[in-house]
């Protein structure tokens, strides 16, 4: 068992201005993969870093297993962590890189022995336990870092971008290896991104930080599906969420009427018993949502291509709009359409995003139906 309890945990250092992690709560469940995802400088690592014991926290509770543990040091937290920069020892072989704390913690040889042989299978580097880190791989030594986590049998495994260094083929090989890993070893795991893709596709739980504070915390879908807010809209999702601004022109128990800035008239399934007519509002659509219609119309919108991108499977189209407006839609791998071409848009107000003049997500007001959201997951991962 492994759960970990965040309560308030505050972070202020010396000098600083302001808090630099401020106030984060958050339950980990046992065998759980929680990822923390955000900017660069959003304060992932020095969260990480009071988890392991590395940083003092300032404020509230941290527990393991229902224990505080925020005067505890870090041999005492029964954590492992591995990093970006894996900074194995050169002149150490994999196992000797691979037993070195399991030596420093007088383990018998024998015992020493078996657990690093068990890492070394798990991690596919049977074949290289006689090797240095110079004569291996990238990706390879990177595994090494993970095996010297392994051994150790750590209640719970902490990641700050352990694939940052990687080139982006070897990331996404590394990434399904992780995966693995955590259902081989069914171990709690927290993982530190700023890369939203790696969070869609490893997290049970993802939790989107910025400046120090939680914006949104869920299941991957549930980020994708129902953001919280422009920031999330805009962060979890390759390609972006579209977000233009508009007004409400008119509020109905069915949803919303809202005039986009760019021209079109749209009815959206959203709450619309927080909005006023005339409020100010972004409008969100995601790519995949958008259809090409044959023709102009009051609920479409009208712009000049300006770059396709053919990818296979699908074609990404970029138009702007007479109003100077970016836009995003993607279709299907055979699309005809070229640059210089007027297209019109179409929108779905059942999938569609409205965000209050806060940048708030306004409820939708329908759900949807999980096997078609599995499917646009898959488009972006
Ligand atoms: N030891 C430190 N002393 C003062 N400020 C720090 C220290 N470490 C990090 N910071 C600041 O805290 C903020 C968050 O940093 P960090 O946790 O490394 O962000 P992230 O990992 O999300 O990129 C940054 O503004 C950084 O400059
Ligand atoms: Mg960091």
């Keep these: 068992m492994a759960t970990l309890t965040l309560r308030d945990i505050r972070k202020s250092y010396p000098g600083a201005a302001a808090e630099t992690i401020k106030g984060v709560s958050l339950d980990v469940a046992d065998r759980e993969f929680v990822v923390f995802v955000g900017p660069s400088g959003c304060g992932k690592s020095t969260l990480l870093r009071m988890i392991a014991g590395l940083e003092d926290i300032s404020g509230g509770e941290l527990a393991i297993d229902g224990v505080r543990m925020n005067e505890t040091g870090p041999a005492g937290r029964g954590l492992a962590m591995v990093f970006q920069s894996y900074a194995l020892y050169p002149h150490m072989t994999v196992r000797q890189n691979m037993e070195f704390a399991l030596k420093l913690a007088k383990l018998p040889v024998v015992e020493r022995r078996a657990k690093v042989e068990e890492a070394a299978r798990i991690l596919q580097l049977t074949d290289y336990l006689d090797r240095t880190p110079r004569q291996l791989s990238g990706g390879q030594r990177q595994r090494v870092a993970i095996g010297r986590a392994i ?199 059942t999938v569609s995003h409205v965000f209050d003049g806060q940048g708030q997500a306004v409820p939708r007001l329908h759900r949807h139906d999980p096997s078609a959201e599995a499917a646009r997951i898959r488009a972006v991962s």
């Design 151 to 349: 051994v150790r049998s750590p209640k719970v495994f902490l990641f700050d971008e352990p694939l940052s260094n990687l080139d982006a083929a070897l990331r996404g090989q590394m990434r399904l290896e992780l995966a693995r890993l955590h259902n081989e070893l069914a171990a709690t795991m927290i993982y530190v991104t700023h890369d939203q893709i790696e969070a869609m596709t490893l997290a049970d739980k993802i939790v989107v930080l910025r400046a120090g504070r939680v914006e949104q915390l869920g299941s991957p879908l549930e980020l994708y599906r129902d953001p919280a807010n422009i920031f999330v809209a805009g962060f979890i999702g390759a390609p972006k969420m579209n977000l233009h601004p508009g007004r409400v022109l008119d509020t109905r128990p069915d949803g919303v009427r809202i005039a986009l800035d760019s021209g079109p008239v749209l009815d959206v399934a959203v709450a619309g018993d927080r909005l006023a007519p005339g409020a100010a509002i972004t409008f969100g659509a995601r790519p995949e949502d958008i259809t090409v219609a044959g023709t102009a119309g009051p609920d479409r919108l009208s712009g000049r291509v300006v770059v396709v991108e053919h990818l296979g499977g699908q074609t990404l189209v970029h138009l702007e709009t007479d109003s100077g407006e970016s836009w995003l839609v993607q279709t299907d791998g055979s699309s005809t359409i070229a640059i210089g071409d007027t297209v019109h848009l179409g929108f779905d107000g």
